[in-house]
């Protein structure tokens, strides 16, 4: 039998306290290596299935799309692409791709690979293929020379330009040698297949992903040798990895960690305007919010000014489309707190006298909705309706807005685009053929539905913005949602990152091979 | 004693068949749509009708439920609708993480509370008696996620002695893969370096797990110990003119053992069940954190399969301590 005495057991304690506290880490000399903070994990490396903001950071910085977007406002950019032209008509568009492109396995990327990997997102009918849904097919775009591509839509597409540059282009002949019966999806799931400056290093499912800088990269510009996506789920882990220097960006900031990390030596805080809106959609096809007047009695009740006071960094919105994109109006006066009009469109309604309860959800966890449904709560009183508030996760919201029968009555949600043109925000979130879906669960209007497919099918840019000025009307006019806040995008970085470019458009999906640290 | 072991292994299996059907069927029952979620925000209704199609959640709940458990006995564990990929693959990545930290814990609170349990039962009521009283309480007591975030603040921020979160450097790789224990595989490498680094990160996350079972060990060997001290045997002993060390080590912590032995197979199961909030704060990319995603996402599959793993080796641990009985006790014998 072991025996250990009290002097003993000392030394051994000592012994593997000092084991435990005195290594060294190795020199990273050499290595200039990001590490990113996210709370959001990768679980699909297929860049024409996977959706989410955290596999969109991973195919902007291993694969490479014809059009990039940057800046703030956004614009389009080159990417494969060197030069592009746009027919009058807007229903073909030609694009010269850059010679010097070449994939991971250093073969150059051709304009067979272009049409390739279009076909097959068309194909597939997943991930980013609802952005072009009916405006390009399986054989819209076509290789016409070595390094030519043209592009022709079935009907004019204004936004195209913008959506480019989620739609990523793989090695075909790479694809097609591994597609077994999926066209590759099994393939691609944990695989790359990109002539982006990265390449895929150490994958860590839940805990991170590594890219490393491919040797040779076309790309021109940063310093990086490698990136890591790290998993850090929660925030004040984050903050201190950031505090200390562990990671060079935690995204996924809330208001009281952008305080705690105010005036902090080595931090920088990114706090912008971006698309990403805040609306409480109203359920119009099932239940008393079918009445108009009700909704506009809602509408005039709801206390904006105390939405707003609970949101920290963040302005009200008054019109559907988010402040400062193309086709936003700014004369648009939406609603505003009017308790007299409130109880006059009560009196119109169905429900004069209230006294029934509405329901209202709002996402688990999240500190700012649940304010926003006690406001709610409060608002509603001067019309005699109560509010059952309830805290839901996110696979239980989707289920939830799947019908008009299971949705609340009061349907919180943010929004961001994915493409820095009002047609994302109108289609995603107004339009009929979205409903069912998480966006737009029940609305439909069919002369808001006409106002849509006019504005995204139209080129000529001073009629775009009169069809959604017109689309802003209507919209108001229906009183379908609490149109909310534009929250400032919130996350921190690291002083030592250079050349890091703020963009409106899925800021929180950077491109990091124009960076460098040091 | 051969016998007594199959035996037991054999009676793991109706544990296991009313487990996974108990499981299959609240996954089941439960609102939500999985595969609309994992189709993601964009999709298709008709899209999702094949992902329901491919992932086989057409079939009827007891065609299910059938093809669940062929597929388990030939090593299908059904796959994640969220990392689509097999959940054996899954949990062989997460485990290793898990069984460090536990055992790591598990460790800490034997070592150091099985040797105070039997200082403080023989200084009873002394100054080491309050205060280990005293911390005992607060061990029980106190929140583990509170606690691994109080020892981040003292150790990892101000201090800067230890890492922060994580399980090693995310610029350096890990040392090579043998069993997906760090600490483990540095030391089968010989790689001190890396031994020391694994250990650094372990430290933080094994304490805060480990405070709870060292306290409860710590006042149950004390009861125990203070109880067989009392024995008439132990009295003949000092009778006898044999050392306080020779009774205390050889005759007393034997008889002593017993309980402090069952309440240590127990705490496996809850230290296994219970790191997720150790690992959320410390980022420790175990199984407790793989298990959350999955029930945030409604990803069933992964639900069972760690429900299941966690029963496997909590079974298995109860039988070890059954048969650790015998070792300390020769009048229980198994046939």
Redesign the interface.
Known sequence: ?L????RQ?LIG?AG?TA?????R??S?AG?N?M?IASTV?I??FDPHV???YAPQWLFRNTYDPLVRVVNNPPVPAPGLAKSWTQSPDGLVYTFELDETAKFHDGTPVTAKDVEYSFARLLRL???PA?MVSGILDENSVKATGEMTVTMTLKKPFAPLLSVLPWMFVVNSKLVEANKGTDDGQAYL??NMAGSGAFKMG?V?????YELVRIEDDWHKGGNLT?V?W?????A??AR??L??G?VHFALDMFAEDMEAIKDMPGVVRIMEPDYRTFTIKMNTAHGPLMDKNLRKAVSYAFNYKGMLDAAGPAQLMKSPLPVGIFGFDPDQKGYEQDIPKAKEYLAKSAYKDGGFKLSMHHAVGYENQRRWCLIMLESLKVLNIDLDIRAM????T??MA?SPETMVDFYSIFQSPNYADPDNTAFAAYHSSRN????NPVYKNPEVDKLIEDARAEVDTAKRVELYKKFQEVVVEDAADIIGILELRKFAMRDNVRDYVFSSVAPNTMEVWPLSIG | MLLYILRRLILLLPVLFGLTLLLFIVARILPGDPVGLAAGPNATPELIAQMRSELGMDLPLPVQYWNYLTGLVSGDWGMSVFTRRPVVADIMEYLPATIELVFASLLIAVVIGIPLGLLTAVHKNGALDYITRTVALGGIAMPRFFLGLLLQMAFAAWLDILPLSGRYPLIESPPDHVTGLYTLDALIAGDWYAFQVALSHLALPAIAMALSPLATIMRMMRASTIEVLQQDYVMTERALGLSNHLILFKYVLKNAMTSTLTVIGLYVSWLLGGTVLVETVFDWPGLGLYATQAILTQDFMPVIGVTLVIAIIYLITMLIVDLLYGVFNPKVRYA
């Open positions: 039998m025996t250990l005495n009290k057991f304690a593997m084991a435990a506290t005195l290594p880490l190795a990273s290595k290596i590490v994990d679980p699909n996977a959706t989410g009918a997943k991930g609802w799931l944990a150490r860590k499912p839940g805990d991170l490698g890591i790290k998993i850090v789920r929660e004040s882990t201190l990895m505090q200390r562990q996760t996110w696979p239980d989707v289920a799947r069912g879906q998480w966006q």
